[in-house]
């Protein structure tokens, strides 16, 4: 019989089930953290809380939230991995490094425990998106410091799938590769794909000559705009999973589709705790179906650098609570973007990745790459947006294509862009995540 699940009790555990569990975890990393952490130590002496004022994740909203620029100023008074390093240096065994996308990177350190415990939460979602022993990988994510090149591929690897390590650049080894290896899977993220597509197509080849059947994307978000999707499914011939939601600070990996495709499944269960906020004023939120908001993690099993109400930002559309389909139990949801990269126009709030969903709709006559410029700070009545033209499109030609974009904009999104479209090709393509806020102003304190 097929296994189904990476993780069956995990997975389909009842929630109220989960929850006693979770707590009981809680209990023992506050306790924890309280010991052995010096940064907590000060942080909660500060806030004025006592261990004993929080008994179970019902009293976490007691507790204050950690935010990445503390991270950071602690990082560089404690170097190299602040003093919310728990545990002694010996029993670190890896360290990454953050993508930095919004300002210093932070340095994080895992021990042996720590490292297993990713591995299985990876499985789990690797394993709903399809990944089975039988296939082979070819994982395309930089491996230079970055949790998505080696920590992925070990992810990979330990749902017992065929992993090859490529990393990034050299596209004609790697059509090669493919070819040789016979590999049927890709793990990268989606705009890799575009100039491996370039590469292919300058071969002579099809890119479905390749024979990949399998795509597991994530780092961007991308895979999630439908016509991202719909495009790279007809020009690859294979089934594109959004397959690798995380951060290096929490989990690399803690959330994919299953096969319904009904929004990222949250299968961190029993290792973090998230919460739901309301991203301006910290009120945390019922998480229910439809409620939109802020994830906050705590750390449930953490032994490196274990964070408690840790604010990174995301924030996500709560899709579904229920069972789903497929049977496992944890909510769904989707990211609408970074608090962080929320820009308001009007009093609407503007997510850069609902941009992209938009302008994905315009895919015959767009290469799907954009940057929004922000000229000035606060207030905007409306925003500048550098689209990228579909291959052999020129500016000049394209007859009413603003237009319809404004117009695509204001109906779905309800704001006013200035579009100016650039040829194919101008905009930077990236092995990591798309900067697609430009701030071309001076802003005060950075
Ligand atoms: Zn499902």
């Known amino acids: 019989m097929e296994r189904f699940y990476w993780n069956e009790d995990m997975e389909t555990m009842q929630p109220a089930v989960l929850r006693q ?66 545990t002694s240096q010996e029993q670190v065994i890896r360290a990454h490094k953050t993508s930095g996308t919004t300002g210093r990177a932070l340095y994080v350190a895992l021990t042996h425990r720590d490292r297993n415990l990713m591995n299985e939460c990876a499985a789990r979602s690797y394993w709903a998106s399809g990944l089975r022993p039988s296939d082979t990988v070819v994982h395309c994510l930089n491996y230079r410091l970055w949790i998505g090149g080696y920590s992925d591929h070990e992810n990979l690897e330990e749902t017992g799938a065929t992993i090859v390590p490529f990393g990034v650049g050299q596209t004609a080894l790697l059509i090669q590769t493919i070819r040789e290896l016979h590999v049927n899977a890709i793990s990268a993220t989606p705009s890799y794909m575009l100039p491996l597509m370039e590469a292919v197509l300058a071969q002579g080849l099809n890119p479905r000559d390749l024979g990949l059947n399998k795509g597991f994307f994530g780092a961007e978000p991308g895979i999630s705009e439908p016509g991202v999707r719909a495009r790279m ?23 994919s589709e299953c096969e319904q495709r009904q929004g990222l499944h949250f299968h961190a269960q029993g290792a973090v705790a998230v919460e739901l906020i309301e991203p301006e004023t910290g009120t945390p939120l019922a998480l229910t179906e439809g409620a939109e908001g802020e994830l906050v993690y705590t750390h449930l099993l953490k032994e490196a650098q274990p964070l408690v109400r840790y604010r990174a930002r995301d924030v996500v559309r709560i899709l579904g609570t229920g069972p789903c389909a497929c049977g ?64 052999k499109l020129i500016p000049d030609t394209v007859g009413d294509l603003p237009q319809q974009i404004i117009q695509a904009l204001r109906e779905q999104l309800s704001f006013r862009v200035e579009p100016e479209l650039v040829p194919y090709g101008t905009l930077p393509r990236t092995e990591q995540k798309a900067r697609r806020v430009i701030k071309t102003y001076e802003q005060a304190g950075s």
């Open 233 to 255: 499914e007809e020009t690859w011939g294979l089934r594109a999973m959004d397959a690798n939601f995380g951060m290096a600070d929490i989990l690399s990996i803690m959330g």
């Open 21 to 86: 569990l979770e707590n009981e975890y809680l209990r023992t990393q506050l306790d924890y953290v309280w010991e052995c952490s010096a940064f907590y130590q000060t942080k909660f002496a500060e806030a004025g809380v006592k261990r004993a004022d929080i008994r179970d994740l019902a009293d976490l909203p007691l507790l204050p939230f950690t935010e990445k620029d503390e991270c950071r100023r602690n990082q560089h008074e404690y170097p190299p991995f602040g003093s919310y390093l728990a």
């Open 328 to 391: 496992r139990t944890s909510f769904r949801f989707r990211i609408l973007g970074r608090s962080d990269d929320m820009l308001q126009v009007r009093g609407v709030n503007v997510f850069p990745t609902g941009v992209g969903n938009t302008l994905a709709h315009l895919s015959d006559q767009l290469s799907g790459e954009f940057q929004i410029i922000v000229d000035h700070p606060p207030p905007h009545q409306y925003l500048r947006v550098r689209v990228e033209l579909a291959q």
